[in-house]
């Protein structure tokens, strides 16, 4: 079993508002993950980044998590278990962020739980396991 960590903690981590070390801590027993489409963001993001020196420094921080976590890849298992999570969403008026859903199908293909910081989005799908953000979420940045 695993734990996949969703965009929004690496997020709060880079402005070290999340406590990843801690997180590692707590969960000594569990591999750590990142869904494929989190990779995606996280390169998007520095993409985006502006002035050059803040692009550079989350360029630096991107490739020290991609180094850090195994990415599972969005393979023709998990498309299969993220249209049937989709068509139940949709039927049932609960859909969540495309990328969530992603992710979401990420975990439940592979029995891996899901920490973020998105709760209310993932809360909506039936089976997944999610870790409590709380105690990692720091209301000063760290260091």
Do not use: C
């Amino acid at each position: 079993m695993g734990l996949i960590v969703d965009t929004s903690v690496l997020i709060a981590a880079e402005k070290r508002r999340f406590d990843l070390g801690r997180l590692f801590a707590d969960h000594p027993k569990e591999s750590f993950y990142v869904a494929a489409i989190t990779g995606a963001e996280l390169l998007h993001g520095v993409e985006r980044a502006q002035p050059a020196a803040r692009r550079k420094a989350r360029a630096v921080f991107v490739e020290a998590v991609l180094a850090s976590f195994e990415a599972i890849d969005f393979d023709l298992a998990v498309a299969r278990r993220h249209a049937a999570l989709w068509a139940s969403l949709e039927k049932t008026g609960r859909m969540i962020g495309p990328y969530d859903l992603l992710i979401a199908a990420t975990g439940l293909h592979h029995g891996h739980s899901v920490v973020t910081l998105n709760g209310s989005e993932f809360q909506r799908v039936v089976g997944l396991r999610l870790i409590d953000p709380a105690p990692y979420v720091m209301d000063e940045p760290l260091g």
